[in-house]
């Protein structure tokens, strides 16, 4: 059950935006619009931040974004902080109602 | 407000069985699909199980088929998790996770419960 393709880590400077990628196929990210992210600090409990690809759950900062084009998902950070040191992860609905879950990014703040 | 809450973590020898606990409160646990996802030490979040509201379906990565059985209990509010025959690779922090209704994404997760599998 091959998990879906992110980059290991991705830095920028506070104020700066980030775009983290996370790629699949047609069996998951690309052939419907149930892609997730979430913010995971360690030893804590993962928090949504995205789902359905493009929608924000309230009380999450506008921020944060996401988009897709194809088998390719992507949230961007915009006005990083420091607070958003975390590793983050993108998720998908697979066919026969299996989950699956991108390698994960460490984003650090410079 | 969400509460979901593991336990039953430990250490374990390879071949052995361990059931994990996840109590719910904070919302109509009947009415919810839940799932357990881990995280082994380095590595990134990997789904395991899931049960549909109702118990009528469950569902399991390839890595526990046949060794591993989700259920829930509705009058204890409770999702379980019986590892059976465990391996080393299956050392790993567990959480549990809310589906929301009728959508495929886990809004709410525990702070999970830690398996370690050595002998």
């Known amino acids: 059950q091959s998990a879906l393709t992110q980059p290991a880590s991705v830095s920028g400077s506070p104020g700066q935006s980030i775009t983290i990628g996370c790629s699949g196929t047609?069996?998951?990210?690309?052939?419907?619009?149930?892609v997730s992210w979430y913010q995971h600090h360690p030893g804590k409990a993962p928090k949504l931040l995205i789902f359905?690809?493009?929608q924000r759950p309230s009380g999450v900062s506008g921020r944060f974004s996401g988009s897709k084009s194809g088998s390719t998902a992507s949230l961007t950070i915009s006005g990083l902080q420091a607070e958003d040191e975390a590793d983050y992860y993108c998720?998908?609905?697979?066919?026969?109602?299996?989950?699956?879950f991108g390698t994960g990014t460490r984003v650090t703040v410079l | 407000e969400v509460h979901l809450v593991e336990s039953g973590g430990g250490l374990v020898q390879p071949g052995r069985s361990l059931t994990l606990s996840c109590a719910a409160s904070?919302?109509?646990?009947?009415?919810?699909?839940m799932h357990w996802v881990r995280q082994a030490p380095g590595k990134g979040l990997e789904w395991v199980s899931g049960?549909?509201?109702?118990?009528?379906?469950?569902d399991y990565a390839e890595s526990v088929k046949g060794r591993f059985t989700i259920s829930r209990d509705t009058a204890k509010n409770s999702l379980y998790l019986q590892m059976n025959n465990l391996r080393v690779e299956d050392t790993a922090l567990y959480y549990c996770?809310?589906?929301?209704?009728?959508?495929?994404?886990?809004?709410?997760w525990g702070q999970g419960t830690l398996v370690t599998v050595s002998s």
């Open positions: 049960i549909t509201w109702n118990s009528g379906s469950r």
């Open positions: 996770a809310r589906l929301q209704l009728l959508a495929d994404y886990f809004d709410h």
């Open positions: 904070g919302f109509t646990f009947d009415d919810y699909a």
């Open positions: 359905d690809v493009t």
């Open positions: 047609d069996r998951d990210v690309g052939g419907h619009d149930f």
């Open positions: 998720a998908s609905y697979r066919s026969s109602a299996n989950y699956v």
